[in-house]
């Protein structure tokens, strides 16, 4: 049996369109829990989805955490040569991460950790990446979540802080023979 909520484009026609920073089995979850399926419980990142499109609002936080993270004097290098695809990649994975209640992200089995340490390994090595810096980046976000308001839960926002504040050991200097 066909989906006739399924367009051609993979998307579904009797949802609000896509957001930013929504990935495909976000927007099918979200869209499963609306049908009634039997589906996971919404994740806090598919509640804070349900609730923008439901509000009629941007999903700019992505966008706002990393325009703080730009005007840091001290992150912006890490960021030079970035393409704008490729960031907006980063901007959903991140808020995925954060939003799924794990550094695993949702769904994901053992097979599909999520190594942030070896994602940003040049950027440690290289480029001296720190434990400093991710502390910076969680001063950012921490001040997005607070500007969010009441589009997310404050349980949410909590469990996304201790999802950012948990990777804080990936950014640990590298020892030798690393």
Known sequence: ???PCLRNDGAYAAMPPRRAGCYKRCTVAYHAACRGDNFAPMSPHIAYKARIAADNQDDDAPHKVFSKVFSDAQLRPFFEGVSEQALRHI?????????SG?????GQDSSEKVD???YHYDLIKFRGLSEHHHELFCKHFQAVLNELG?????E???????????????FRPMKPGE
């Open 102 to 106: 794990s550094v695993d992200g949702p």
């Open 1 to 3: 049996m066909t989906n």
């Open 156 to 170: 949410a926002k909590t469990s996304a802080m201790a999802v950012m504040r948990s990777t804080r050991s990936h």
């Open 150 to 154: 009441n589009v997310l839960p404050a």
């Open 116 to 118: 942030l340490r070896e």
């Open 91 to 99: 901007q959903e994975s991140m808020m995925e991460i954060l939003f």
